[in-house]
């Protein structure tokens, strides 16, 4: 009863701070100059000349995505950072066979358009190169080099036969490599608060460029990084641009979160792409409509729950799986370092624990992840799913916590448990599983259910591993609608309810193995 | 039955024992007194290894449960570099046989503690037959071996049917049939087959021992060691667990007793042995120890217990 008050009151708390935050939201509306194209250039995919085939079904591929609006859809979840698409080369080494395998030359290091994530490959280009190696009947070898090489590897057509690179149309090229359909027109446009009169009265795009130079230092402008939008704002010889060198520029990570800055009036402007930000925008300005509205709209109409679901499910499986792994591995080396002394293994194995231990603890959750994920895993070979790593890196590491509360918990127990059953012509490791490590358990269930919970809320870092749990799922939906405050706190919710049943589960196990305690 | 062959236990500094040796024969109950610190429990650990002994060696039914000690081998002394080494220096002007010589030898080798930790490939060899042919693992030979100690050590995380069980089902000496049969037998013969169910500490303290006692006695022991087993009760459990040991002696159980129940020991005994600073001073039937004592110090020790 006094627990079910206590949620109540924590609910109550919480939506109470929700509605005053959203009541007193100061949002602003934003403006797209979309009519004034401060820069303006095709993207297009090369081939090989002669290679009327490919060239073809290319521009076949992109007039299908093009008619049932799938580009827009892969355009704009790069853009707004809600895309999951990642591509992993089926081999390692570059393919000879181009009967089996599309061999694609990009650079990948233009987000959002080719970039890598971890090992894999991400970025419109390389969707698009998957729905065209699969219309072709053929594999994806994403064959990664120098920007320049790009168009040098496509002419000679020895290696590669086509080009997905972000790459600018122009007359050079054309002279080298034949371009398909233009698919992407990166044009540039302002966007400012609405309620900013400092461009309200721009005729043309010229009107806009010399309004950006009157301006001083106290004006920031938001891009994204790598974007045209990013070059046009900091200079760049090889586009020709020359840059605002008296303006303030910040580079995001994504672009809908310089537009979200810029409505929480942080920015004065945003230079960016005119096809994503109309979108941004569009949802951006729909916010003065309510955040609760939009969480809502985003978690049930649209489904939104389903992937929290799996989230959460992931989010337990790696903690329960984690714990378990963690209490063998933590037994396991409690007792090493409890060893009975005359024994001469005793410092090789005690050794070997100190320093599990110190590697374990001595370092960031997180750089065990990265590492097991991205270096040691792959190196062994070990090919598991990325929730069964989290859950094993998440174990080990536990493992290194949980061996000391167990060697608390061991030497708790009386020192006559052990001789008892070793006087019966036990061994001690019997003795230690049978007699010693449940008695030892029960000591240190409270301490062990810590580490459960503090397990629990850790394995919000599992995301860096491209695994969706709780956390990612709730940022998912919060990078969707440029609104983060309601999915936030519901996530916070989601923890503490957890929290809230895992204690009173370690408290009903407490009391099941108090019972041989009672008088 | 039990045979402590020279044995030596340091504890750091501290010599708990110096030079015991002592013989159990099958069907003897020997009681061991002394005043505290005496190592009188430390010997009787030492007989089923709960404490390795520094030096010495203890032998359970003709087979050694501890390390080989070459100074109780002759055959192993002679072979070793440091012996051999100095028959050659003594040879030569060694007055006497050479059987002469050899005993000597030894006796100086034992008593200024010479062999080094390396003495060759013939050393290891006599070490290695003789713990081929009689030395057998700690755990099988603790079996044979029942203890019950001062603080009753019954396992508190199993019930008291679970204690008597659980060594003979562990060591898949029996089924769990037989094993229950067997545990239900013994805690009725003492009175207790009520208490099958409930946990340890639920039990009073003479419980506790008489259960500590049957659970030992679930693994047909061949003899039985006690560590002053009613040293932790008040005094009205005492009797009870006195005269369920008076049973078992009855039986015939060969049993050695750390105990400070004089009354008991002249009961019971077949043998005293008053140890003190990690000696025994003085050893004979209870009537030999208690009517007529002949050293001082157990002298002393008498008056102040009777």
Known sequence: MKKLIVILLVCILCFTALGLS?????????????????????YAFCVTKGETELLNAANELLDELQADGRLDEIIKSFFDGTSTFAYENPVADLPTDKQTYLVVATNAEFPPFEYTSGNKYVGIDIEIAELLADKLGKVLYVYDMSFDAVIQTVQSGIESNIGMAGITVNEDRKKQVDFADEYYQSAQVLVTAQSDITFADCQSVQDILDRLTQQDK??????QSGTTGYMFAN?????????????????????A?????????????VIIDKQPVLMIADTINKQSEGVFQIFYEQFVTLEGYKAVLDGLLSTVEIAVIGLLIGFVIGSVLAVFKLLPNQSWYKSILSGFANIYVAIFRGTPMVVQLLI??????????????????????????????????????IMSVDKGQMEAGRALGLGFTKTMVKIIIPQAVKNVVPTLGNEFISLIKETSVVSFIAVVDLTKAFQNIANSTYEYFVPYIVLALFYFVIVLLIASLIKLVERRLRKSDRR | MIDVRNLYKNFGKLQVLNAVSVKVEKGEKVVIIGPSGSGKSTLLRCMNLLEQPTYGEVWIDDRLITPVDPYLHREVIVQSNTFKRLYAIHKQTFRGSESELEDWLIQYIKRDDLLKRIEGKAYNNAIKSIKDASFVNINKARQHIGMVFQHFNLFNNKTVLENLMLAPLTLKLLTKEQAEEKARNLLSRIGLADKADVYPSTLSGGQKQRIAIVRALAMNPQCMLFDEP??????????????????LADDGMTMVIVTHEMKFAKEVATRVIFMDDGQIQEEGTPQQIFDNPQSPRLKEFLSQVL
Do not use: W
């Open chain 1, 22 to 42: 959203a009541c007193s939201s100061t949002l602003q509306r934003v403006k797209v100059y979309s009519e004034y194209e401060l820069t303006s250039e095709g």
């Open chain 1, 218 to 223: 106290n004006f920031v402008v938001g891009t």
């Open chain 1, 235 to 255: 200079g760049n010889e090889g586009f020709g641009y020359e840059g605002f060198d008296n303006l303030t520029t910040n580079g995001y990570t994504a672009g």
């Open chain 1, 257 to 269: 979160l310089a537009v979200k800055d810029l409505a929480n009036g942080k920015i004065n402007a």
């Open chain 1, 372 to 409: 097991m994920h991205f270096a040691l895993f792959p190196l062994l070979g070990i090919n598991i799913s990325s929730v069964m790593e989290a859950a094993l890196v998440f174990g080990l590491n536990s493992g290194a916590y949980t061996s000391e509360i167990m060697r608390g918990g």
């Open chain 2, 230 to 247: 009613t040293s932790a009760l008040d005094p009205e459990m005492v009797r009870e667990v006195l005269q369920l040991m008076k049973e």
